[in-house]
C-alpha cells in the first residue's frame, strides 16, 4: 500500500511535508517508523518472519512488529495500529516501553533508499501465540524464542541467514532492555 508519510531532516525533525511511501523509498527521504518488540515475564521474545511478498529482507526474521508512520500520525498510535495489523493484538499506549530512536540508514540492491528512524518500544505479550493472528501480506510466521536462542542465532546471522546481520547492535541493544524487564 502506497501510504502518505510524513518527511523529517536528518536529525528525525518534522519538516512539514508529506510524501507517497514509494517517493520517499526511491529518492532517500528520511522518515519515522514504530518499533514494537514483545516479550514474555519468563524470557521469551517474540519474532515476526517477514513475508515473501516484502520488497526488503523477504523472509528474514526480525522484530516483533514494525511499520511506518503515517503521516499525521504519532509514533505511539502507529505502534498500536501496527500491532493491530499485523498480529491482531490490541494494545493501549501505557502497554509501550520506549528504548529509544535508532538510524537505519540503507540502501538496497532492488534501487530502495530506506533513510528510517526506529522508533522502538518494549511491550509484555500477555496473549499466548496462538491467539494472534498474522497479517499474510507483513508476516509469514510468529514464534517464541529464549534470550539465549536469540544470541546464538544472532551469532550466527552473517551464515544462517535468520536476521539482517547488519542490524546486529540493534538487536543487541533491544536484548538488553529486555533482559532488564525479564530478570
Same mark, same amino acid.
Given at each position: 500500500?502506497?501510504? #502518505?508519510?510524513?518527511?523529517?531532516?536528518?536529525?528525525?525533525?518534522?519538516?512539514?511535508?508529506? %510524501? /507517497?511511501?514509494?517517493?520517499?523509498?526511491?529518492?532517500?527521504? +528520511?522518515?519515522?517508523? @514504530?518499533?514494537?518488540?514483545? +516479550?514474555?515475564?519468563?524470557? #521469551?521474545?517474540?519474532?515476526?518472519?517477514?513475508?515473501?511478498?516484502?520488497?526488503?529482507?523477504?523472509?528474514?526474521?526480525?522484530?516483533?512488529? $514494525?511499520?511506518?508512520?503515517?503521516?499525521?500520525?504519532?509514533?505511539? !498510535? $502507529? @505502534?498500536?495500529?501496527?500491532?493491530? %495489523?499485523?498480529?491482531? *493484538?490490541?494494545?493501549?499506549?501505557?502497554?509501550?516501553?520506549?528504548? &529509544?530512536?535508532?538510524?537505519?540508514?540503507?540502501? +538496497?540492491?532492488? &534501487?530502495?533508499?530506506?533513510? %528510517?528512524?526506529?522508533?522502538?518500544?518494549?511491550?509484555?505479550?500477555?496473549?499466548? *501465540? @496462538?491467539?494472534?493472528?498474522? !497479517?499474510?501480506? %507483513?508476516?509469514? $510466521? *510468529?514464534? /517464541?524464542?529464549?534470550?539465549?536462542?536469540?544470541?546464538? /542465532?544472532? @551469532?550466527?546471522?552473517?551464515?544462517?541467514?535468520?536476521?539482517?546481520?547488519?542490524?546486529?547492535? +540493534?538487536? *543487541?541493544?533491544?536484548?538488553?532492555?529486555?533482559?532488564?524487564?525479564?530478570?
Amino acid at each position: 500500500m502506497d501510504e #502518505f508519510i510524513d518527511v523529517v531532516d536528518k536529525n528525525g525533525y518534522p519538516t512539514g511535508k508529506s %510524501e /507517497l511511501k514509494s517517493v520517499i523509498h526511491q529518492t532517500g527521504l +528520511y522518515h519515522h517508523t @514504530a518499533h514494537v518488540w514483545f +516479550y514474555t515475564k519468563n524470557g #521469551f521474545v517474540l519474532l515476526s518472519q517477514r513475508s515473501a511478498k516484502k520488497t526488503i529482507c523477504p523472509l528474514m526474521w526480525d522484530v516483533s512488529v $514494525a511499520g511506518h508512520v503515517d503521516a499525521g500520525e504519532s509514533i505511539k !498510535q $502507529a @505502534a498500536i495500529r501496527e500491532t493491530k %495489523e499485523e498480529i491482531g *493484538l490490541n494494545i493501549i499506549e501505557t502497554d509501550l516501553h520506549k528504548i &529509544g530512536v535508532f538510524n537505519c540508514f540503507q540502501n +538496497y540492491k532492488n &534501487g530502495i533508499i530506506d533513510n %528510517e528512524f526506529h522508533n522502538t518500544f518494549i511491550a509484555e505479550l500477555k496473549e499466548p *501465540l @496462538a491467539n494472534l493472528k498474522r !497479517q499474510e501480506e %507483513e508476516v509469514k $510466521a *510468529l514464534k /517464541l524464542v529464549n534470550i539465549a536462542t536469540f544470541k546464538n /542465532l544472532l @551469532a550466527q546471522s552473517k551464515t544462517n541467514n535468520h536476521f539482517v546481520a547488519t542490524n546486529s547492535n +540493534y538487536y *543487541l541493544t533491544v536484548l538488553q532492555h529486555i533482559q532488564n524487564k525479564t530478570s
